[in-house]
Each structure stands twice: as structure tokens, then as C-alpha cells.
């Protein structure tokens, strides 16, 4: 199973950074895409004439716009600061207001060559383009190498910010010069602006790595980097979501499997692997034999499928594998749970007939629809990635493979965006993209349709004819990386996690030691059901215990004191709300039974309702 990569060439970790330049993380908004790529792409030319009037010795490299901003990369010899983007600001506003037109002229090459002729940057570029003449903009006094569009003129921009400062490597090869990349972001309006802005202030504040080290979920180490460990609290968050999956799984008829994570690689050499993902990879020496360990968890599925004749009758067969794979990411671009080396795949390999693929691949979009409403994500998108430069497979097979899975697409009445090149090697691909309460989305779930990985393989089935024939064979995953999929959701939460997936699901508040005992005896009856209980007997207020439960993100406080004794009763305090805007808030439910509580426990996590 391939997953997408991010194109993210930064050599630093800022959350910020990788919220706005990672699309597959992105913020949207409800101006039209074209009209603010244009925008953004406009304000990235005035960020840089104020660079360059601030700083007349920089030279700059590429400035495009990104989803919902820009960036530029310069090189300048002096370290910029925040500091220092408050006067590029102030800079920006006064050449907006002189209203300066964006004004495009077509020159010959030779003349770009000598118009840039200080920076090495634009040359490389002017060299690389194919046409006898290269395109320029020029805004006031600053011209750069640029196709275009943009806007009429600079007073179009009525709300922008810059964000932040990072590093970027030159064309994101580490092996080029680290350049300054300033990252901005313009709107149409100044509302507009302020609510990506809160959106962003709220997405850091809800930053996955530092909630799952508060919450004590998981933790990385220097030791082990992109590596991360998952502690008691951490699997249990994972064990609920995993004992979901598998319940799903086992309603639609896969068989679970297990592979080895290391492979001989004679047999990436087959797949396909070795020529077109190797640089992804990490290899091993057995007994002086060269071996592979899996980046992907299809080549093992496909030996199961060898370990025995095959019939049609036996299909479709449907095999889910939890596969531990590792894959080589570059330091630069680790960032927690979202981009690691090593992940579970929440993988499945269908070897069918031809005339069962639509049916097969909708039963499939129905799981993950069904699937991903369970954790609250009830707005998504699909996307088509076709064909890319490096594959395996003749046109024929591509041709054949793209037109079902379009049709299935529109079979199901679906919208979808085209990604032509983005495919798998093997196979083009369905991609899902889920949205979260801060309007970014995330690629997950993807349906991918393989006819030559059978073929490359040999694999067999006796037909109804007593012939030989080849299989297809779809690859998928629903949550795609379970480790990413844990990210996505305490980002989505806040942390605030619904009850059936909170590690703590109540915790008992005694006022003193003299309310242990009735306290105990409430926390057995909640134990015997199971449920996931704590008593906090510490000796301090009661005000100070509800503030570390609300800090511990626990969905159901009990309260024990001298009237809940005497009523025989307990009190309640709980989430409002496990939506985006009632986060951290409680409503206190007084003189409740026991039993009543067990019931309403029950009725929400058996349900796995978001809201208790």
C-alpha cells in the first residue's frame, strides 16, 4: 500500500510551518481556490519587494502560492527574526498603498539571463525553461521571474499576515544551500483573515505532540527518532481503535494476517519496489543474504495468496493486515505522529475477478463512510490519482484500471478532483480526504486497483473453464497509518476524546478520606462493567482535583461528598459537548443514581456516541 508523500523540502519542525505548508494538514476557506492562489501569489511578490527594499543584498529563489498562503525563499546573510517580520509588514503596507500594478512583459532568454544576472537562483531556473522567452512581473520598482497570474494591482490585497520563518533547502535537496523561507497568508477580507488566524492559534494549542506527552500517550526519544513509543494510556487508545476495526473487518468477511517486516529483496525486486521506492527503504544482511525490511505490506499478502492453489470460487478473498512497516523519512521532516518512520497500516489486499471490482470497491467505500463517521468525521472528499512517469504496466492495463474506478466513482454519484500523475506505480488510486473541526483535511482512507502486481508474481486461480487465470487485486487502507490516525484525532479532540476511546473514561472525586469507602464502592460497581475508572484520593481540594481531571481530559468526574452519601447518589460532572467549540466545558448533574450513570455509560460507549 503506498501512501501519499508530503512535499515539504523545510529542515524545521514548526508547527506552524507544517500546518500551512502541508497538504495533507491544510486549512480551508470559503473564497475561491483560483482567485486566492492568485492573491497569495501576488502578496508573495510584495512580500519580496519589501524584502528587497529592506534588505537590498538578498537573492530571492521561489515564492509561490500554497494551500490558503505562500512562502518565498531568499538567501540573505543575516538571521531574520519575528522581530524583523513586523517591519517586512510595515514595508508591505506601504507599497500596497501606493497601488502599484502588476505589470507582465514577455523578454528573451539572453535578456533574463542578464537581468538576473546576480542571482544564481533565477539563472538555474531561466536555464531549465524550454521557450526562447521567459515571462517577468513587475510591481514599483521590483521585478521577478514569473508566469503569472496575479491581481491588477497591489490595493486588491486587503488583509494578509506573515506567520512564520523557517528553513528550506534549495529545490528540498539537503545537499544545496539552507535558505530563509518566510511563510504569509492573505484573504479578500479581514474576517476572513481573522478566522484562519484564530483557526491556527487553535490548531497549535491542540498540537497532537504536546497533548500526547501531557496525557501521557506517547513520548519520542533522541534514541530512536521518528520512532515513537506508545505508552499504557497510548494503547489503550489504540487497542479501542484497533478492536473497532477489527469487529468492522470481521462484519465484511476479511480474514486477518500476519507478515513478516523483513523480506527477501529478490522480492521488492519483483514487485517493482526496488526500482521505484529503494531511497524509501531500509535493507539488512542475514546470513549474507540481502533482505528488506517492508516499507509496504502488499508482497507479503501476495505470498499468503501463493501458499496454496486458488480457485474462483474462493473469491472474492479479502485479507486485512495490521503490518508494521518502516520507511526512511528525512530528519527535516519528522513531526510527531503525522510523519514517522515506522507505522501500522491498517491494511487489506482483495484478489477478486474482474466483474466483482465494482462491487468490491463499493463495499469498501461504504466501510470507510461508515467507519469514519464512528469518529466523528462526517465530511470528506475523494480524489483520483492517475498514471504516473514511473510504473508498472502497460497503457492498456492503466487505461483499463482508471476507468473502473471512475466509474465506481460515478456509479456512487460522487464529486472527485483529478490528480493526474499522483497514482501508486503499481495501480491509480482512490484517495479519501476527511476534514476535522479546524477545516483541514487529511488524506486517509485510499482504494488502489492493481492489475500488474498479479502478473508480475505469477499468481494462479482455476477458472470455471478448469484454466489457469490471473487475479486482481485491490489494494487499501481505511485509517491508512493508525499512529497518523491517532494524531489527526486529538488534534480533532483537542484531546477531548470521546468516552469509548478515552483511556480514563470516569474518574472518582472523594471531598475526604472519610468518603473513600462509598467511593470505593462506586469505583467496583463501574469496574465490574469494564469500564475505565480511577479514584483520586489525594489530599487536596476538591477545586484542584477537578482542575488536573479537566487537564487529564477525563470525560465523567464523580463527585463523593457528605450529600451523596446521605442520598445515596452521586454527582456528576461532564463534557457538555466533544465538538470544537465546547471544549473543556463541564455541567454539573446532581443527585443522580448509580445505576442511572451505568446506563447512561453504557448507552454512549456501546454506541461510541461522540457526545455523552
Not at 492568485?38 to 511578490?45: A, G, P, V
Not at 524584502?51 to 538571521?79: E, T
Amino acid at each position: 500500500m503506498e501512501f501519499n508523500k508530503l512535499n515539504d523540502s523545510n529542515s524545521t519542525n514548526s508547527s506552524v510551518s507544517n500546518l500551512i505548508n502541508n497538504s495533507n494538514n491544510n486549512l480551508n476557506n470559503n473564497s475561491n481556490d483560483k482567485n486566492l492562489d492568485i492573491l497569495n501569489h501576488s502578496t508573495s511578490h510584495v512580500m519580496a519587494s519589501a524584502i528587497k527594499k529592506l534588505y537590498p543584498q538578498v537573492k530571492f529563489a521561489i515564492g509561490p502560492s500554497i494551500k490558503n498562503g505562500f512562502y518565498y525563499d531568499f538567501d540573505l546573510d543575516k538571521a531574520i527574526t519575528p522581530d524583523d517580520l513586523v517591519l517586512i509588514e510595515k514595508e508591505m503596507k506601504s507599497i500596497i498603498n501606493k497601488n502599484f500594478k502588476f505589470e507582465q512583459n514577455r523578454i528573451s532568454k539572453k535578456e533574463a539571463l542578464e537581468l538576473f544576472k546576480d542571482n544564481p537562483y533565477k539563472i538555474e531556473l531561466i536555464n531549465e525553461i524550454d521557450d526562447d522567452y521567459v515571462s517577468i512581473y513587475k510591481t514599483g520598482d521590483f521585478t521577478d521571474l514569473c508566469a503569472g497570474p496575479h491581481i491588477e494591482s497591489t490595493s486588491q490585497i486587503k488583509a494578509f499576515k506573515l506567520l512564520n520563518i523557517a528553513g528550506a533547502y534549495w529545490r528540498g535537496n539537503e545537499k544545496n544551500k539552507m535558505l530563509t523561507r518566510i511563510y504569509g497568508t492573505a484573504f479578500y477580507s479581514k474576517e476572513d483573515l481573522k478566522d484562519y488566524l484564530e483557526k491556527l492559534e487553535l490548531a497549535k494549542r491542540s498540537d497532537h505532540r504536546v497533548l500526547g506527552k501531557n496525557l501521557e500517550l506517547f513520548t519520542f526519544n533522541d534514541e530512536a527518532p521518528g520512532f515513537p513509543f506508545f505508552h499504557p494510556k497510548g494503547m489503550i487508545l489504540q487497542n479501542e481503535i484497533l478492536k473497532y476495526w477489527r469487529s468492522e473487518h470481521e462484519k465484511e468477511g476479511y480474514n486477518e494476517i500476519k507478515t513478516p517486516i523483513i523480506l527477501s529483496n529478490e522480492l521488492w525486486k519483483i514487485s517493482g519496489h526496488w526500482d521505484n521506492y529503494k531511497e524509501n527503504m531500509y535493507f539488512v544482511k542475514i546470513d549474507e543474504n540481502d533482505y528488506a525490511i517492508k516499507p509496504m505490506n502488499c508482497v507479503g499478502a501476495i505470498l499468503i495468496y501463493k501458499s496454496k492453489q486458488r480457485s474462483y470460487r474462493d473469491f472474492p478473498l479479502r485479507f486485512a493486515e495490521l503490518g508494521l512497516v518502516h520507511r526512511h523519512e528525512k530528519s527535516g521532516v519528522l513531526h510527531g505522529l503525522f510523519r514517522v518512520r515506522s507505522f501500522t497500516q491498517d491494511d487489506a489486499h482483495i484478489f477478486c475477478l474482474e466483474s466483482q471490482l465494482e462491487n468490491e470497491i463499493i463495499k469498501i467505500m461504504e466501510l470507510i463512510d461508515r467507519m469514519y463517521k464512528v469518529f466523528g468525521f462526517n465530511d470528506y472528499h475523494v480524489e483520483l490519482s492517475t498514471r504516473p512517469l514511473k510504473r508498472i504496466g502497460s497503457d492498456d492495463v492503466w487505461d483499463k484500471a482508471e476507468d473502473t474506478l471512475k466509474s465506481v466513482i460515478e456509479t456512487k454519484n460522487l464529486s472527485y478532483k483529478i490528480n493526474e500523475g499522483e497514482g501508486a506505480f503499481y495501480g491509480p488510486k482512490i484517495d479519501f480526504h476527511i476534514k476535522d473541526c479546524l477545516d483541514r483535511t487529511w488524506q486517509c482512507a485510499t482504494i488502489q486497483l492493481d492489475f500488474s502486481m498479479p502478473q508480475k508474481f505469477d499468481l494462479e486461480y482455476t477458472g470455471q473453464d478448469n484454466e489457469k487465470h490471473k487475479p486482481v487485486m485491490i489494494h487499501r487502507v481505511v485509517l491508512g497509518s493508525i499512529e497518523r490516525f491517532i494524531g489527526i484525532l486529538i488534534e480533532h479532540y483537542s484531546g477531548n476524546l470521546p468516552p469509548w476511546l478515552s483511556p480514563v473514561q470516569v474518574i472518582i472525586l472523594p471531598i475526604s478520606d472519610k468518603y473513600y469507602a462509598y467511593a470505593f464502592d462506586i469505583y467496583n460497581k463501574l469496574k465490574e462493567k469494564n469500564y475505565r475508572v480511577e479514584i483520586d484520593n489525594r489530599i487536596e481540594s476538591l477545586n484542584k482535583k477537578i482542575r488536573q481531571a479537566e487537564m487529564q481530559k477525563i470525560p465523567y468526574m464523580i463527585v463523593i461528598g457528605e450529600n451523596e452519601i446521605k442520598t445515596n447518589t452521586i454527582t456528576i460532572r461532564k463534557k457538555l459537548s466533544f465538538t470544537f467549540e465546547n471544549k473543556g466545558k463541564t455541567q454539573d448533574l446532581k443527585e443522580i443514581t448509580i445505576d442511572k450513570f451505568l446506563d447512561i455509560l453504557q448507552d454512549v460507549i456501546e454506541n461510541k456516541k461522540i457526545k455523552p
